[in-house]
């Protein structure tokens, strides 16, 4: 099902990512693959074609929605427990609960950034009661998906404390690509949107990710609600515009 820029990428992504992989071989197989779907004139293909209703539009729909953290989450490629290939548009200013939060992710992941610029901070646990580098204090939560409802299920796990290890900044045109257990989080802070490719390796999903905050408590459920189709059709033409420009 989808056009021929839809199928290319189906087959792109299962050559790479179906098989078992170690964890680091799959971290960088996904960042391989990013960078090749991520260039220019591929992706900006490969969004035309989906804008104009080619692959699973009603599926990638309501698995869409408007993130937590600010930006547009868009489903593109659907590898069912394999594979998500996603486009998130960061629109500037645009911020909400959760904005500030250290994270981590259900498996690998690799993304690319189309246009604009990603500011990215790692974070490690501090281990050691009484090290000089104290770190920050930090509530932390186990994330996890309601089974009744889209919601994301917040359960406190009570204080922790995060210590700073590496700060970068990615232009238009990087890639990186993280272990599922690394903690971090990025944002943008330019005047125009910002696109970056997302992809989720599936392999090995764990149960539930780990949230830090030092903004305050977080409630127990937060809302996701789906994008309907003329929306999700719509965000993808807006999205093929920006490329285009």
Known sequence: MGGRQVQAARRLL???????????????????????????????ELTAELASGEGDPE????????????????????GG???????HLWHAG??????????????????YVVRGQLTMELYAP??????????????????????????WLLEPAGPSRLRL???AQY??????????HTLHRAWTETAEPTVTLFLETGSGRRRHTDVFTAAGPHPGAVPK????????????ATLTELLRS
Request: aromatic share 4%; charged share 25%.
């Open 165 to 167: 290890t590496h700060v």
């Open 81 to 87: 427990p394999h594979h998500m290939l996603r486009a």
């Open 94 to 111: 645009r911020g909400a609960v959760g904005k500030e939060d250290i994270h981590n992710h259900r498996s690998p992941l690799a993304s």
């Open 126 to 151: 501090v281990r050691i009661a009484g090290d000089a580098d104290g770190g920050i204090e930090a509530d932390r939560y186990q994330e996890s998906l309601s089974d009744t409802a889209a919601d």
């Open 59 to 78: 599926g990638c729909a309501r698995l869409s929605y408007r993130h937590v953290l600010g930006f547009d989450k868009l489903l593109l490629i659907d």
């Open 14 to 44: 299962a050559e790479a990512l179906d098989g078992e992989l170690p964890e680091h071989e799959r971290v960088l197989a996904a960042r391989s693959v990013i960078a090749e779907l991520g260039s220019p004139d591929r992706l900006l």
């Open 171 to 180: 232009a238009a045109g990087s890639t990186y690509a993280l272990p599922a």
């Open 225 to 236: 609600v789906p994008l309907r189709v003329e929306e999700y059709l719509s965000e993808l």
